[in-house]
């Protein structure tokens, strides 16, 4: 079992930065690949970045490449997400996630964890 724990997130107005942060804890959670979802009102739940278990390979969905940065540290077990420029349309609720399955086009897939979700807005 892993416990994913998520901090940051809360309100910033367009154009601004927000830095999240996911903290794994339990069993070898070091061998998992691990990411940010997102999901928003009446939309469904889409992956957002994502950082391979040996912290080599990232992935970033088309909507914030350019934007956000994922990173890894490896000796503590923790991923962040520095998103800059951001938009209203980033306004949404971001899970930090952790699986076994990763590839090229999708970032990560089919996540074993989720996190509790913390909640991004972005005003106009």
């Known amino acids: 079992q892993v416990q994913l724990v998520e901090s940051g997130g809360g309100l910033v107005q367009a154009g601004g930065s927000l830095r999240l942060s996911c903290a794994a804890f339990?069993?070898?959670?070091?061998?998992?690949?691990m990411g940010w979802f997102r999901q928003s009102p009446g939309k469904e739940r889409e992956s957002v970045a994502a950082v391979t278990s040996g912290g080599t390979w990232f992935w970033y969905a088309d909507s914030v490449k350019g934007r956000t940065t994922i990173s890894r540290d490896l000796a503590n077990n923790t991923i962040d997400l520095q998103m800059n420029a951001l938009k209203p349309d980033d306004t949404a609720v971001y899970y930090c996630?952790?699986?076994?399955?990763?590839?090229?086009?999708?970032?990560?897939?089919?996540?074993?964890?989720w996190g509790q979700g913390t909640q991004v807005t972005v005003s106009s």
């Open positions: 996630a952790a699986g076994t399955g990763y590839d090229y086009l999708r970032g990560i897939y089919s996540p074993s964890y």
């Open positions: 339990g069993r070898t959670p070091a061998r998992y690949h």
